[in-house]
């Protein structure tokens, strides 16, 4: 009897990293095709008006690319959305010009021309200088805007209406899809702020680039840096070098406090540039200066050197308002300054200057505003200026907790116009709860609903709507001690003050803005931000996200086998 041979059996070949790569992937967006999208409202701060259309959303696709107008502004802002994208999709998203001329592109080079999303600029929009349109069909994606500053803004929309995964710093696998419709959207008031204090402890340059991270995120467009204090001076003054070197070196609880170098302040202005916000320096003036008298006794009123301090206590110091060798100083400091920064303002302080009072107080405020006009900024200081003769274009930053001030609604009638900074709603310092582990309480506690509740056209009694440049959420660090310390105070009350900026009263809804808020939180734990989970938010729970396995996630044999 005869017998076939058995077949040899063919080799096993193992997939190699790049299939493995692909069928997990396919897999996953198999899994998560079937999710719903966000809505198109899912955004903080709300946007003016949203137009949903279930029948368009749209699916980034891995060959997708972003077509830009040929401005050197716009491609910034092309190249920075492709940056937020980049990591978590692992997509090439390769960025184009566009032709010059705005109405042909926004005709010629639409999204379903380009295979995904079109950023273009149009003078002829009737959109403001900081508005933009936002177009999400099947076909694709257009963000138009009149300026690059509009255009960063619409970015920051659509990375929201992407999964929070889009928030991994690495490749993950996840259905990149976005709600179909338009949105349409601007700004209520021109100024949206936060101020971050880095004289009473200090911050290094990378700590301060995160945090203008956050405030791009939520459409803020102006960071208040408190430069200097009783505790700490941070920024180096060629012609005062003691103010750093001696008056640097000190800050609460003893610390080796730290200053910035003109390239360390010239970084941090130009980073914040680039994602179209506005640095503003503050050098507290006449009181708040004790690190300054520390290194130059000649500025004190005995002209005696103090000890340093590195206590939390205000009011008690002073430069001599008596002295010209004070306004030369002056001069010098907030020369330098202003060389420095681009934006037209300078903060001059101006609170708690509790041994300088009456006319003494005054003429020297008077005095100071002088200096800052003749350096072709506008003066910004505390409330406590409002005293004083007004300075065409100067503005008063109000952090008041009780709504009657008619010393600063007189100075509004003079021409003064407000930023509103409310103690006991907007100041970030502040404990969400009487166990909260850092802040203060002096203002009250503000939790995130209180941060929120109030209306910054109506505030202060007596001063219209059209007085107030906008709001800013400042934020005291005698009790913050590092980045995690600044985010858990920050998150989530810094997107409550900036909806209150950004988004028109009509909007405003508590129950509303408390769901949409809760879908920030899985964004900032994936990108492995602190925030404080407030009760008063349902917050979701975190998915977890299917990674793209790369070369390093395989066996060594798959590897070799390449």
């Known amino acids: 009897m005869s017998t076939t041979p058995s077949p040899t059996p063919l080799p096993v070949r193992e997939p190699d990293a790049a299939t493995l790569a692909r069928t997990a992937e396919q897999t996953a967006v198999t899994v998560l095709t079937a999710a719903t999208p966000h809505r198109l409202s899912d955004v903080v701060p709300a946007p003016e008006q949203v137009q949903p259309d279930p029948t368009a959303d749209w699916v ?32 090439p998203l390769p960025v184009t010009e566009a032709a010059a001329h705005p109405l042909p592109v926004a005709e010629a080079a639409g999204p379903g021309a380009v295979g995904g999303i079109a950023l ?12 933009y349109r936002l177009d999400i069909t099947p076909d694709g994606v257009r963000l138009t805007a009149v300026t690059a500053t509009g255009l960063l803004h619409g970015v920051q929309t659509l990375r929201q209406l992407l999964p929070p995964a889009i928030e991994s710093p690495t490749p993950v696998a996840a259905h990149w899809a976005l709600p179909g419709g338009t949105i349409t959207d601007a ?10 204090d880095v004289a009473r ?24 840096l408190h430069l200097t204090d009783d505790q700490g001076w941070r920024i180096a003054v060629d012609s005062w070098p003691r103010l750093t070197t001696v008056g640097g070196a000190t800050e609460v609880g003893g610390g080796p406090g730290g200053h910035y170098t ?18 503003v320096p503050e050098i507290d003036l006449p009181g708040h200066t004790n690190a300054a008298l520390v290194a130059y006794p000649e500025l004190a009123p005995d002209k005696l050197a103090p000890p340093p301090y590195t206590g939390t206590e205000v009011g008690f110091s002073y430069v001599d308002p008596t002295d010209e060798r004070t306004y030369d100083f002056i001069a010098d400091v907030l020369g330098e300054v202003a060389a420095l920064t681009p934006g037209p303002w300078l903060h001059i302080g101006g609170d708690e200057a509790f041994k300088v009072t009456g006319e003494v107080y005054t003429g020297f405020v008077e005095r100071v505003q002088r200096i800052v006009a003749d350096l072709g900024k506008t003066v910004v200081g505390w409330h406590q200026l409002a005293p004083a003769a007004h300075l065409d274009g100067r503005v008063l930053q109000w952090w008041g907790t009780a709504g009657a001030d008619p010393t600063t609604a007189e100075a509004v009638r003079q021409g003064a116009r407000l930023i509103l900074s409310p103690g006991n709603h907007a100041y970030l310092d502040m404990k969400y709860a009487p166990d909260t582990p850092i802040g203060h309480d002096w203002a009250g506690l ?21 007085a107030v440049l906008g ?37 405003h809804d508590w129950a509303d ?7 920030q939180g899985p964004r900032w734990a994936t990108a492995g931000i602190t925030f404080h989970r407030a009760p008063e938010i349902t917050w979701p729970t975190t998915p977890t996200i299917p990674t793209i396995p790369t070369q390093h996630d395989m066996p060594q044999t798959d590897i070799a086998a390449r």
């Open 201 to 224: 402890h200090f911050f290094a340059v990378e700590d301060v680039l995160r945090v203008i991270d956050h405030l791009a995120r939520y459409k803020l467009n102006h960071l208040h």
């Open 513 to 519: 803005f408390r769901d949409r808020l809760a879908g």
């Open 120 to 131: 273009l600029l149009d003078e002829t929009a009737h959109l403001g200088a900081e508005g």
């Open 446 to 466: 503000i939790d995130v609903r209180k941060a929120y509740d109030w209306d910054p056209g109506t505030h202060v009694a007596g001063v219209p709507a059209e």
């Open 471 to 507: 709001v800013e959420a400042p934020l005291w660090t005698e009790s913050v001690t590092s980045l995690a310390d600044i985010e858990f105070l920050l998150l989530p009350r810094l997107p409550a003050i900036a909806e209150l900026g950004w988004s028109s009263r009509e909007t």
């Open 187 to 196: 700004p209520r008031f021109p100024y949206r702020g936060a101020m971050l």
């Open 60 to 91: 980034l696709p891995a060959e997708a690319a972003i077509v830009v107008s040929a401005h050197p502004a716009a491609l910034a802002v092309a190249e920075h959305l492709a940056e937020l994208l980049r990591p978590a999709t692992g997509y």
């Open 262 to 279: 003109k390239a360390d302040y010239a970084q941090i202005v130009s980073y914040a540039a680039a994602r179209h916000i506005t640095v």
